[in-house]
């Protein structure tokens, strides 16, 4: 470990279970010398097994609804409290569509439930940044990150209202961003992952096949979990303090690819094989 966080305080959303993308991010977070606060909706708190990394991690589990304002406030006066001092790092890591999860299709949705979805998932991310500006909680070169998906600039049908949420979410980093950067210094970007066998990802309709298809697109496959920790941890660290406003791919290259040669393949097998020029054996792998 390299003491990338050494004395840097932060608070992590989205730590279900140990799958999920905000675990790996508190683990390393852990390791790398932060002190961290570590917080989730409170049915999440009953249903998850947060206490397990809290305990991992000696840190403390505040109870917080992303949707409700009084909760945030109370996490981040009792954070700044616990961890002694403003917040250097804040990582949001919250998503959750109900048209997703009843089996809505995306052109016949519960508005109510799009309501519900998207301020869960996006929304809440102003609201996060609101209090943290408002009480300035964050100390200057501080770094906040939210977690985000493709979808939000190309279409994925399965993905149903969830881009339309992640679409939000982007722009309200870079709208908030700007005055987070212009009065206190603070970075805020998104990191648009990988399909990442998750509770969240998991929900998303075939979402194996997806898994699977993304990794025969992406030149490097795709990333994991910890690899998207490791990334995040770069972006709380004092190396990437001028970066912001960024929308940063993290998805072993398949945001740039038309498509790959073992996705072609797959429809290749039914041509005869003198239609198929040879390639050299080691350009056929992706
Ligand atoms: N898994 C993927 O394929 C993938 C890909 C790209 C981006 N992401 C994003 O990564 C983030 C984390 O998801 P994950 O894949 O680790 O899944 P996850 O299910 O482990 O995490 C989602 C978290 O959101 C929390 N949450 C839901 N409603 C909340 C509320 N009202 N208040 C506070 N927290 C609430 C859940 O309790 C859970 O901890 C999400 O923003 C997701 O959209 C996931």
Redesign the pocket.
């Known amino acids: 470990m390299y003491n990338l966080l050494k004395g840097k305080r932060g608070i992590i959303?989205?730590?279900?279970?140990s799958?999920?993308?905000?675990w790996k991010v508190a683990e390393r977070a852990h390791e790398e010398g932060a002190k961290i606060v570590l917080t989730?909706?409170p049915v999440?708190l009953r249903l998850?097994t947060i206490s397990e990394l809290a305990e991992k991690t000696g840190s403390k589990v505040i109870p917080?609804?992303?949707?409700s304002i009084m909760d945030l406030e109370h996490l981040v006066d009792e954070a700044m409290k616990l961890l002694g001092g403003k917040i250097d790092f804040v990582l949001h890591?919250?998503?959750?569509s109900v048209n997703v999860r009843r089996g809505n299709h995306y052109t016949h949705q519960d508005y109510n439930f799009t309501k519900t979805g998207w301020d869960?998932?996006a929304l809440?991310f102003h609201r996060l940044m609101s209090v943290l500006y408002q009480r300035d909680a964050m100390k200057e070169w501080g770094s906040i990150v939210a977690?985000?998906?493709m979808a939000a600039q190309r279409v994925f049908p399965d993905y149903n209202d969830m881009a339309d949420n992640k679409a939000y979410l982007e722009s309200v980093a870079r709208s908030f961003g700007y005055f987070f950067g212009r009065d206190k210094n603070v970075r805020v970007n998104t990191i648009s992952?990988?399909?990442?066998p998750?509770?969240?990802?998991s929900g998303v309709k075939g979402f194996d096949g997806f898994l699977a298809f993304a990794d025969k697109m992406s030149p490097l496959g795709n990333a994991t979990a910890l690899d998207c920790a490791n990334y995040t941890i770069s972006l709380f660290s004092d190396l990437t303090k001028m970066v912001t406003l960024q929308n940063l791919f993290h998805d072993g290259g398949f945001s740039n690819m038309g498509v790959s040669t073992a996705i072609m393949d797959e429809f290749m097998e039914n041509e005869s094989s003198e239609d198929i020029k040879e390639e050299p054996e080691n350009k056929l792998k992706k």
């Open positions: 959303f989205g730590a279900l279970d799958k999920s993308i905000a989730n909706a999440a998850g917080a609804d992303a949707t890591s919250i998503g959750m869960v998932s809440s977690l985000t998906y992952q990988s399909p990442t998750t509770t969240a990802g």
